[in-house]
Nanobody, 128 residues
Framework: QVQLVESGGGLVQAGGSLRLSCPAS???????????MGWFRQAPGKQREFVGA????????AYADSVKGRFAIYKDNAKNTVYLQMNSLKPEDTAVYYC??????????????????WGQGTQVTVSS
């Protein structure tokens, strides 16, 4: 089992910034260094969508076009934590943000059904 607990969400004005955190814990027989960690979001009335992902082993990243240049994913190996830094936030970024762990893939990707574990989500609200 892997436990993921997102934090850092809140209310921010358009143009502002937030940083979400996702510490990973638990035992799966694999080290965290082999995981792909993804961030997804779900706005009210919409399907959950890919935001970005990072390979824990080689730090490769992938981002949705809608967030490229504004969001960045990075990790802290010592803390087993992945972060989503969100800058220049827009009202359309309002959503519940989830982190997820893929224990089997080699490169970051947007395919939700390949992620094995999910956090409970954290709300991000951007006011105009």
């Amino acid at each position: 089992q892997v436990q993921l607990v997102e934090s850092g969400g809140g209310l921010v004005q358009a143009g502002g910034s937030l940083r979400l955190s996702c510490p990973a814990s638990g035992r799966t027989g694999r080290t965290f260094s082999s995981y792909i960690m993804g961030w997804f979001r779900q706005a009210p009335g919409k399907q959950r969508e890919f935001v970005g992902a990072i390979s824990w082993s080689n730090t490769r990243t992938a981002y949705a076009d809608s967030v490229k240049g504004r969001f960045a994913i990075y990790k802290d190996n010592a803390k087993n934590t992945v972060y989503l830094q969100m800058n220049s936030l827009k009202p359309e970024d309002t959503a519940v943000y989830y982190c997820a762990a893929d224990l089997h893939s080699s490169n970051p990707h947007p395919y939700q059904d390949q992620y094995d574990y999910w956090g409970q989500g954290t709300q991000v609200t951007v006011s105009s």
